[in-house]
């Protein structure tokens, strides 16, 4: 099966990686980036710059880019890829993006005859490199049957949510809800326990063997412990994704109020030049108001 994996970051890599390994699999990997495309390379695969570059008779095409635009560019953009796909290839978009975007670009795989799944995903880049992600999709029959041996190879849980886009994506943004509260929550609770003189790590040993732990508290607090700021996942992800929760709330009339200040925390991050930063260095925004020392900060 020929297919395209079209964003080699933190997640579309493990995602390629694993493709690479599967039985039957000719996989391309797509990004602009030389570095990305040089790792790739070094691991077996083949590696182009732009989604245009695509073999001919391409059969599937997995998106993990960052947002709608990027997505919609990379399939039926000028530089877009939906020229060079076989007839009736399949397109599996997991980027997550509000639910009306990802109607749209169903919609224009449908008038192309391209079977489109709306198939988010989550588990970080541990997740992706595991092969151990979840998947939440939607999309007719024929779109799930083409993506099986494609989500078989990157996930451990595969949740069809009906025929409809859309709803794979409204489900990853309510996902994104409870991942923004919790990070922005584990960074309060972090920065309070360091103004008021516990020792971080310690700190973190007792939160993970006690009740208050989330996921979220477990994965990322070490980052901080260690003072890494390299971006599995960035401060901006969670501004574009909380604000994804503002409009499917508002759209609802749904209050999100936890959502909204958990967003604020991020968009000041982003506003004190830590957009591009590791998530859960939205500490840094209690840093500033608290004049806080991270740990290794002396």
């Not at 989550?122 to 997740?127: E, I, K, L, R």
């Not at 886009?165 to 489900?171: E, I, K, V, Y």
């Not at 994704?241 to 991020?266: I, K, N």
């Amino acid at each position: 099966m020929r297919v395209g994996v079209i964003g080699l970051g933190s997640m579309g890599m493990g995602a390629a990686l694993n493709l690479l390994q599967a039985p039957g699999m000719e996989v391309v990997g797509v990004d602009p980036r030389e570095a990305a495309r040089a790792e790739f390379t070094a691991a077996g695969g083949t590696a182009i710059p732009r989604a245009a570059e695509m073999a001919e008779g391409t059969e599937a095409v997995l998106v993990l880019v960052v947002n709608a635009a990027q997505a919609e560019a990379a399939l039926f953009g000028a530089e877009g890829c939906a020229p060079r796909l076989a007839a009736g290839a399949v397109i599996i978009t997991s980027a997550t993006m509000a639910p009306e975007d990802a109607r749209r670009l169903a919609a224009q795989a449908e008038a192309r005859g391209l079977p489109y799944l709306d198939a988010p995903v989550s588990g970080g880049a541990a997740g992706a490199r595991a092969g151990t992600m979840t998947v939440m999709a939607s999309g007719p029959a024929t779109a799930m049957a083409k993506a099986q041996p494609i989500l078989e190879a990157i996930a451990k849980k595969v949740w069809l949510l009906g025929e409809a886009p859309g709803l794979g994506s409204t489900m990853k943004v309510v996902h994104q809800l409870l991942a923004g509260v919790h990070i922005a929550a584990a960074a309060e609770a972090m920065a309070l326990g360091i103004r008021a003189g516990v020792e971080a790590r310690t700190l973190y040993e007792i939160v993970t063997s006690a009740a208050g732990n989330s996921w979220m508290f477990e994965n990322r607090m070490p980052h901080v412990l260690e003072g890494d700021e390299t971006p599995r996942s960035a401060v901006d992800i969670f501004v574009k994704d909380l604000g994804l929760v503002g409009d499917l709330a508002r759209a609802v009339s749904f209050p999100t109020p936890l959502a909204a200040q958990a967003h604020q925390l991020f968009v000041a991050a982003r506003a004190q030049g830590h957009g591009g930063k590791d998530d859960a260095f939205v500490i840094r925004a209690y840093q500033a108001l608290s004049g806080i020392r991270l740990p290794g900060e002396g």
